[in-house]
């Protein structure tokens, strides 16, 4: 059965399945509401699915592929996720109020909580399977649909699903921007700077030693951390309208705050004050040498202000970049080629992204990874008023069409 690329996408939009952050761990919600609703879409367009359980259950995984898959060819997959971050309405769109989980189409654009990021995506990775199972052309590629969980809260998902032994030959982070090819990503690191200090009443400060003061020169100190960062260029071309033509470092100082445990008073000086930091890698960079480097400017710079402080860090994850220039060419070109067929001007670029993705993880276990998918720059991704361009769906329908295919 055909495929119909706006009633599809309007029933995963409706499902708010969010993931966030609780105070006792991840909140998943609606995970299997929304699994259980592309298995559906793929079945009744003729796929054939196989249904993981990961985690015990609490992220549904989907494995989807061709009704009669092409025997002795290299697998390719295509990942995408059904979680969404989480959204509160109504929003306001082209002047009208509109709840983030009742999809509304507009001049060519669908509106919603995930219409872009990545719910597109993975019903374009399904369009793409239908047409190829519906021309019936000689395959170079077995293309497989992997949709998964938890990409919003750390990866959890693909993460478990790797562990678990699943493997493929070469992989296509489908969660990524339709106007270059992305041939690599950054690394990340986040945490906490913490400052310890003595409370107390702000009338007598000599008898205080003040965590938010000594915050803010310790904050001050890593501007040079910073611009030592942003010295480190990677040989990677970044994405379009990038002030620096190539990916460099990063180091920013996100979040000032005072623990739960300090009282927000002007008469009061606090006794601990935190910094919340994000750290970029540029895709070649090793996540060990990153940490070094922060680590040992962490501690010089206590020692130099005779502060006392701690440094947590609460997430990392290494950068990537692709390896295999075959593939790189051919996705490229099937790129080019989807482009023409959708009646595109012009042609994807090809660069690094400055954010990171789960390419990392695929990475990490010797697979070919790049990432195309179907979110523009334009399109507030995790934000107010979220839409996809449905023109980049039919897009990315053609690109794995054209990648697939015997040349």
């Not at 298995?39 to 985690?55: C, H, M, N, Q, Y």
């Not at 290494?318 to 482009?339: D, I, L, P, Q």
Request: charged share 25%; proline share 5%.
């Amino acid at each position: 059965m055909p495929l119909d690329i706006v009633e599809s996408l309007e029933k995963l939009v409706r499902i708010p399945s969010e993931s966030s952050y609780g105070k006792e761990g991840i909140v998943r919600k609606h995970y299997r509401e929304a699994a259980d609703a592309v298995a559906e879409i793929a079945e009744g367009s003729g796929l054939k699915v196989e249904k993981i359980d990961l985690l015990g259950g609490e992220i549904p995984t989907l494995i989807i592929t061709l009704p009669n898959p092409p025997e002795n060819k290299p697998t390719l997959a295509l990942v995408s996720h059904y979680d969404v971050v989480p959204a509160k309405g109504p929003w306001i769109v082209e002047g009208q109020e509109m709840d983030p989980y009742d999809p509304v189409v507009i001049d060519g654009k669908m509106y919603g909580r995930g219409a872009a990021d990545d719910k597109s995506g993975i019903v374009a990775s399904l369009a793409g399977l239908v047409d190829l199972a519906e021309k019936g052309a000689e395959l170079r590629y077995n293309p497989v649909v992997v949709v998964t969980g938890d990409e919003e809260v750390g990866g959890n998902g693909i993460k478990a699903l790797l562990e678990e032994g699943y493997r493929w030959d070469r992989v296509i982070i489908v969660d990524a921007g339709s106007e270059y090819v992305s041939i690599g990503a950054s690394g990340v690191v986040e945490g906490w700077i913490r400052v310890f200090g003595k409370a107390g009443h702000a009338g007598y400060p000599h008898a205080t030693r003040n965590a938010a003061e000594q915050l803010a020169r310790l904050v001050n100190e890593f501007f040079s951390f910073k611009a030592a960062r942003a010295a480190k260029l990677s040989s990677l071309p970044s994405p379009p309208g990038s002030p620096i033509p190539y990916v460099w470092g990063r180091f920013t100082v996100n979040i000032l705050k005072l623990p739960e445990t300090e009282a927000e008073k002007h008469n009061r000086v606090p006794g601990e004050a935190w910094a919340g930091f994000d750290m970029r890698l540029i895709p070649e960079e090793e996540l060990e040498d990153a940490l070094r480097e922060l680590y040992s400017f962490f501690s010089s710079a206590i020692a130099r202000l005779g502060v006392e402080a701690e440094l947590e860090i609460v997430a990392k994850q290494k950068g990537w970049y692709a390896k295999n220039k075959e593939f790189v060419s051919e996705a490229v070109a099937a790129a080019r080629e989807a482009y023409r067929k959708a009646g595109f001007a012009g042609e994807p670029g090809v660069a690094a992204e400055l954010g990171g993705n789960d390419g990392s993880h695929f990475d990490e276990y010797g697979m070919d990874v790049i990432a195309f998918g179907t979110i523009r720059a334009d399109t507030n991704i995790h934000a107010q008023g979220e839409f996809v361009y449905l023109e980049d769906i039919e897009m990315f329908r053609h690109f794995v069409y054209e990648l697939s295919v015997k040349r």
